[in-house]
């Protein structure tokens, strides 16, 4: 007998939420049913914690503070359960966020049904879905000057401070701010380059010639 395949959906699209839930089951053969929805983080996390899913669709937009985030605190809620990240749009950037923060895939809200038919079967099959943009920008990652292009003046500072060496409070100290502040606005930098720590900020601030 085929496992049952317990789904939750996180979601404030209301329509998207009921699309899955009425097409999951059909599309399956009655293997997967939706057994909790959300429509914002604390809600979400308080459900899969009761519901115990296999799989949970989190959109990218999940208020309050955004999809990345949780995600996060959905994965602690329910460690055994694969999280696949749902997007509205092709921005690379919100996607690794959310891939870095524990998203097993990704799922393009904007395709139509027929379209959704292939991702949804792999993911309730257990493979990793990404959509073809997400793959295209890791197969041909933007260059470094261009990662750094839209950064303004005050961003570029910081960037080469980290990239110099200084420490969290050296960084205070030559901004006049407090580390708290630094450590905000290093994390805000960060997500805006698309690295993940400030070894790899450092690295892309040499590759592009800010160093």
Same mark, same amino acid.
């Given at each position: 007998?085929?496992?049952?395949? *317990?789904?939750?959906? $996180?979601?404030?699209?209301? @329509?998207?939420?009921?699309?899955? !839930? %009425?097409?999951? &089951?059909? #599309?399956?053969?009655?293997?997967?049913?939706?057994?909790?929805?959300?429509?914002?983080?604390?809600?979400?996390?308080?459900?899969?914690?009761?519901?115990?899913?296999?799989?949970?669709?989190?959109?990218?937009?999940?208020?309050?503070?955004?999809?990345?985030?949780?995600?996060?605190?959905?994965?602690?809620?329910?460690?055994?359960?694969?999280?696949?990240?749902?997007?509205?749009?092709?921005?690379?950037?919100?996607?690794?966020?959310?891939? *870095?923060?524990?998203? $097993?895939?990704?799922?393009? @809200?904007?395709?139509?049904?027929? !379209? %959704?038919?292939? &991702?949804? #079967?792999?993911?309730?099959?257990?493979?990793?879905?990404?959509?073809?943009?997400?793959?295209?920008?890791?197969?041909?990652?933007?260059?470094?000057?261009?990662?750094?292009?839209?950064?303004?003046?005050?961003?570029?500072?910081?960037?080469?401070?980290?990239?110099?060496?200084?420490?969290?409070?050296?960084?205070?100290?030559?901004?006049?701010?407090?580390?708290?502040?630094?450590?905000?606005?290093?994390?805000?930098?960060?997500?805006?380059?698309?690295?993940?720590?400030?070894?790899?900020?450092?690295?892309?601030?040499?590759?592009?010639? %800010?160093?």
């Amino acid at each position: 007998m085929e496992k049952r395949i *317990r789904v939750a959906v $996180a979601d404030d699209h209301e @329509r998207f939420v009921r699309g899955l !839930e %009425l097409l999951l &089951p059909e #599309l399956s053969g009655g293997r997967a049913t939706v057994v909790a929805t959300a429509c914002e983080a604390g809600q979400a996390t308080r459900a899969v914690r009761e519901a115990v899913p296999d799989l949970i669709f989190v959109g990218l937009r999940l208020p309050p503070a955004g999809g990345p985030r949780a995600i996060s605190a959905i994965r602690q809620a329910a460690p055994q359960a694969r999280v696949l990240a749902v997007t509205d749009d092709d921005e690379p950037g919100p996607v690794m966020e959310a891939v *870095r923060a524990g998203a $097993a895939g990704v799922l393009s @809200r904007g395709a139509d049904v027929a !379209e %959704l038919r292939q &991702p949804l #079967l792999a993911a309730l099959d257990g493979w990793a879905v990404l959509p073809p943009f997400l793959l295209a920008a890791l197969v041909q990652p933007s260059p470094p000057q261009t990662a750094v292009a839209h950064l303004d003046e005050a961003d570029r500072r910081l960037l080469r401070l980290i990239a110099g060496g200084s420490s969290t409070n050296e960084i205070a100290g030559l901004l006049h701010v407090s580390e708290r502040t630094v450590k905000r606005l290093t994390a805000s930098l960060l997500r805006k380059i698309h690295v993940s720590s400030r070894t790899e900020a450092a690295a892309l601030a040499g590759s592009a010639g %800010l160093v």
